[in-house]
């Protein structure tokens, strides 16, 4: 291909992508829950409420040193939980699972989904 013919190919390709784009609508968001430590699953039980995993923030327990063996190394904790959230209110409802994460509590490695049956099991 000539790079005349190029230019125009080019040229007619951005007129037809940019005719038929509709501006973006700005989408909304509503914030359901917060405070939660490094949110992993989500899942609905059979009366709508939604339940969500946290990893946690680890803690003081051993730490071990990272997989890759570099890096700042890992701690144990027990602060992985599982939280209900109910008409606009959270409520853990089961805490004190494992979770191993850096020492400022990120990247947390715990809990991490959620599912329920047909029978909200």
Do not use: W
């Amino acid at each position: 291909m000539k790079p005349k013919q190029v230019t125009i190919t080019f040229i007619t390709f951005c007129i037809a992508a940019f005719s038929g784009m509709k501006a973006a609508e700005a989408a909304s968001f509503s914030v359901l829950a917060d405070g939660l430590d490094n949110a992993g699953g989500l899942s609905f039980d059979s009366d709508g409420s939604l339940y969500v995993t946290e990893a946690g923030t680890g803690g003081n327990g051993a730490c071990v040193p990272p997989p890759s063996g570099q890096g700042d190394s890992l701690c144990y904790g027990t602060s992985g939980a599982v939280t209900k959230i109910e008409n606009g209110k959270t409520k853990r409802v089961l805490t004190g699972l494992p979770s191993l994460a850096l020492p400022d509590g990120t990247g947390a490695a715990g809990p991490r989904d959620i599912q329920f049956d047909a029978t909200g099991k």
